[in-house]
């Protein structure tokens, strides 16, 4: 994937911001033109590519591994399988071993992602949606002491209106979501041009909703999975073999930063991330190895 390619980032924020930002944001706050959409930002010519330090891999059960989230108990993580593995979630440690693991009680359609609320609540991303036809989008909330006990958050996009659309606006497959304020982010993976990262907002609360479009990132590749860092002021967009790092002293400042990218070229299918401190991130591939990246 080329590097010269220019990013934009326009956003429109109405979310609050979290704990770690300390800080409220205003609806309307980002765009005071009324445009639904705020100006842009050129992005800085990316650096060098970085070393990403391979230190494990993912235990031989645990296959395809498709996100990455940190677990309750310190220095471990959560991942699990893409569509069509069985609705089980793994508990490893930084170096790929498996501790623990257990079943949802959910089907899994097509399981990308999984974020956490301070609270200890957990939302697992059921929106991977190759095709953009899915109609039956979900994120699954639970909690690991009872992953018997579930709720669902479903939703649609207010822009999509066929099912499938034309190649070229197939941009409703979502593989990175994060739960902040209140909201949880889904963050589209555009297999129609590979160029627009659209950021929606759902309630975190069980409900069927239409999901509220909030803004587009201008990204030349596809997602896969997004982390926000313990101090709330790194935002971390994976993507296919690079990844994106936005840096604020609040949510709006986050998602309104020019993107700095971090190339990962070499580490095969990178599919999940989290943070295992406030500079050090964790970085999964569907082919099963770990790696460690500092920022």
């Known amino acids: 994937m080329?590097?010269?390619?220019p990013l934009l980032l326009a956003a429109l924020l109405t979310a609050a911001c979290s704990p770690a930002a300390n800080q409220t944001d205003q609806a309307g706050q980002a765009?005071?033109?009324?445009?639904?959409?705020?100006?842009a930002q050129t992005v800085p010519a990316?650096?060098?590519?970085?070393?990403?330090?391979?230190?494990?891999t993912l235990a031989a059960g645990i296959r395809e591994s498709s996100g990455l989230c940190p677990a309750p108990q310190a220095g471990t993580f959560?991942?699990?399988g893409d569509n069509g593995q069985p609705p089980v979630v793994f508990r490893v440690d930084a170096t790929g071993h498996q501790l623990g693991q257990f079943t949802l009680a959910a089907k899994n359609h097509d399981w990308e992602s999984l974020s956490r609320?301070?609270?200890g609540n957990y939302y697992l991303g059921d929106c991977g949606n190759n095709n953009a036809d899915r109609q039956n989008l979900v994120l699954v909330k639970f909690r690991p002491e009872n992953p018997a006990l579930v709720q669902k958050i479903k939703f649609s996009y207010p822009d999509q209106t066929e099912f499938p659309p034309a190649k070229k606006q197939r941009n409703f497959?979502?593989?990175?979501?994060?739960?902040h304020g209140g909201q949880v982010y889904l963050f589209t993976k555009d297999r129609g041009q590979q160029a627009t990262c659209k950021v929606y907002t759902v309630p975190d609360q069980p409900g069927t909703y239409v999901a509220k479009l909030i803004a587009k990132i201008a990204l030349p590749g596809e997602v896969t999975d997004a982390a926000l860092s313990p101090d709330g002021r790194r935002l971390v967009l994976l993507a296919r073999q690079e990844l994106f790092v936005l840096e604020g002293n609040s949510w709006e400042q986050l998602l309104r930063a020019a993107p700095r990218r971090v190339g990962l070229e070499g580490a095969g299918q990178t599919e999940g991330v989290a943070f295992k401190d406030a500079r050090t991130l964790l970085i999964s591939t569907e082919e099963g190895s770990l790696y460690e990246l500092g920022l």
């Open 2 to 5: 080329t590097t010269s390619h």
């Open 46 to 56: 990316p650096p060098a590519p970085t070393n990403a330090r391979r230190v494990g």
């Open 173 to 179: 497959d979502c593989e990175a979501s994060l739960w």
């Open 78 to 80: 959560f991942t699990f």
């Open 117 to 119: 609320d301070g609270a």
């Open 31 to 39: 765009g005071q033109s009324g445009s639904p959409l705020a100006a």
